[in-house]
């Protein structure tokens, strides 16, 4: 029975990674930033590594990251063609491959098949793992590259977690939360030469900026640039929310809408209410326990940080929180019976149905959807 509901979880989390995910078909969001450059990039156009140029109106040149999640972007193009589906596919894939591991290292830290599965249920019915991963933008290879390092040291296999490492940090900075749960593992393996890893790989990702006839010392000021981005930004935005308020789903972000005469599209950054709020309460109770002790690390590890940041910030930002909030909240719910397991499923999945067209941009009535607009902060 355990096998069957896994294999009928995969397959949903395929379906609703890969369903009308060359919709909208066009750039959105910050795909105009992501994806745009990853074009760019497929087209050999060295402009796009270079803060000091003036992109097309509309757009803008991508360097304020490091550039694996645009290199996965140009291969999906590669593959598929220069097209929504290019720049989005290896990220739904990389969607789909992050909840695998998630029930795996749910497993090696449980040894428990329920909790894995409850696991694995929670991000495949989430909303926030479902949107990013349908998205041009880089947060769902921080993830999965997180989320592999993590499974990689629990299975004490310390080199290649290490490569896993470096894979995140090339993907996007905020993988330096990670590190303090790394060099756990790294100083109890006794194998201090592999914190030279992570930086080599970081260094060879930026093979083609080289390549590309880039020198030293403008990687060493593209690195400076970033940093001064992203430790001086200033801007506002109508969807921006503080740190402190991501845990309750405060202020979702509204990344796309198309009008019609009596009906409307959205895409909403958000996850599901009742996973974040019961997810809530599991983490208010594990923090009291202090246990469970590696998914309550995790949790406040890459949370924290963004609470004394300066810089302008957004609810996806809780992303790899939340993986960790999915292990605390299925370590509790193993704890309930069975009767109040399956009716909390119930009400998850129906309220997920409920939000689904704002996942997807379905095109809803007007009226159905206001009532989709449960607090004011949410409009």
């Known amino acids: 029975m355990h096998r069957k509901i896994v294999i009928i979880l995969l397959a949903i989390l395929v379906f609703t990674r890969l369903w009308r995910l060359d ?17 760019q990039m497929l087209h050999g156009n060295k402009m796009a590594w270079e803060w000091w140029n003036t992109p ?13 999640a645009k290199f996965g972007m140009v291969l999906g ?24 591991l998630l029930y795996a290292i749910c497993y090696r830290l449980s ?15 989430d909303g926030l793992p479902l949107v990013m991963s ?16 993590l499974y990689l040291l629990l299975s004490r296999r310390i080199f290649l977690a290490s490569i896993a490492l470096g894979l995140a940090l090339a993907s996007k900075w905020s993988g330096l939360y990670f590190i303090p749960i790394y060099l756990f593992f790294v100083v109890r393996s006794k194998k201090f030469i592999y914190v030279l890893i992570p930086p080599l790989v970081y260094l060879a990702v930026y093979l083609p900026f080289f390549i590309s006839g880039h020198s030293v010392n403008q990687f060493i000021e593209l690195q400076k640039q970033m940093w001064w981005y992203h430790t001086r930004l200033k801007a506002t935005h109508s969807y921006s929310s503080p740190a402190i308020s991501w845990p ?14 009596k009906s409307t599209a959205n895409i909403y950054i958000q996850g599901n209410p009742l996973i ?33 940041s300066p810089r302008i910030m957004f609810i996806y930002h809780y992303f790899p929180s939340a993986i960790f909030m999915y292990l605390i909240l299925a370590d509790l719910a193993r704890s309930l019976s069975k009767p109040i397991q399956i009716g909390l499923g119930v ?25 989709l607009l449960w607090f004011p902060s949410w409009h």
């Open 77 to 100: 193009m590669k593959l598929v063609g220069d097209s929504a589906l290019g720049w989005r596919l290896p990220g739904a894939i990389l969607g789909i491959l992050s909840g695998l």
């Open 23 to 39: 919709f909208p078909s066009h750039h959105y969001f910050d795909e105009v930033y992501h994806a745009f450059t990853a074009q």
């Open 276 to 308: 974040w709020w019961f997810g809530l309460m599991a983490i208010a109770v594990a923090t009291w326990r202090r246990r469970p002790v590696l998914p309550l690390v995790g949790y406040y590890i890459f949370l924290l940080p963004w609470i004394i």
């Open 134 to 149: 349908r998205i041009g933008m880089n947060d769902i290879y921080i993830i999965f590259f997180v989320l592999l390092s």
């Open 347 to 371: 009400l998850i999945v129906f309220t997920w149905i409920i939000f689904s067209p704002r996942f997807f941009g379905i095109s809803i009535p007007n009226q159905y959807l206001q009532y």
């Open 111 to 125: 040894a428990n098949k329920t909790t894995s599965l409850i696991a694995l249920f929670l991000y495949t019915f």
């Open 56 to 68: 097309p109106a509309g757009f803008a040149y991508e360097w304020t990251h490091p550039p694996l």
């Open 248 to 261: 309750i789903m405060y202020r979702p972000v509204w990344a796309f809408v198309e009008y019609s005469q």
